[in-house]
């Protein structure tokens, strides 16, 4: 299992890779894989687009790798420019401009919990309706719930991702939330919010 790495060792990994370490590059990669992957997926539910969208960012940085820029996290920086590769090649494939998918792309939650470890069936329910209550958001704040609660990522970083202003994503947050309390309880919101501890999306 590859390990997290702390936002410093992130960037030291991405400076080497600007000097032109190719080791670092792959290195990251490897360590980012996992969450590229089910970002990925969150957006588009074609397996192989969705890897080979993530081999073709990371051959195009090395090709930039002289010109590249600085990043304070490099997670978040990686999971922007997936977004906007695979916004790109949709858009190409289906001849629109990337503003109009930007506004209007799906995106899905679904959870990973192994429910044959949960012995209770209430708690399978419990799930499963958070499951459907997340599913029946819109788009963009389903995106938004997902990188603040799976991805750790806090509102400035949110709002790099989304392409959004730092208090136009935090409105946003408070919309889904809002939301998301019609339809449950606010102590199940806490399984919401550790669900990144938990690994259940």
């Not at 977004?83 to 930007?102: F, G, P, W």
């Not at 459907?132 to 970083?157: A, G, V």
């Amino acid at each position: 299992m590859v390990r997290r790495l702390t936002n410093s060792e992130g960037k030291q990994l991405w400076q080497d890779y600007r000097q032109g370490n190719i080791y670092a590059l792959g290195e990251l990669l490897d360590v980012y894989y996992s969450d590229l992957y089910h970002w990925g997926m969150r957006l588009h539910h074609d397996r192989e687009f969705v890897k080979d969208s993530i081999q073709e960012v990371f051959l195009n940085l090395w090709k930039v790798q002289q010109t590249t820029s600085s990043v304070e996290n490099v997670r978040a920086y990686l999971l922007m420019v997936l977004k906007n590769h695979m916004l790109r090649e949709l858009c190409d494939k289906h001849n629109k401009l990337q503003s109009s998918l930007s506004e209007d792309y799906s995106f899905s939650v679904e959870f990973a919990a192994d429910f044959r470890m949960i012995e209770e069936e209430r708690e399978v329910y419990q799930f499963r309706k958070l499951e459907t209550i997340m599913n029946s958001l819109p788009p963009r704040q389903k995106e938004l719930l997902y990188l603040k609660f799976y991805q750790n990522l806090d509102f400035e970083e949110i709002a790099d991702v989304m392409n959004l202003g730092r208090q136009s994503a935090y409105n946003l947050f408070q919309k889904s939330i809002n939301n998301f309390r019609k339809n449950w309880p606010v102590t199940m919101l806490m399984l919401l919010f550790f669900g990144a501890i938990l690994n259940i999306f």
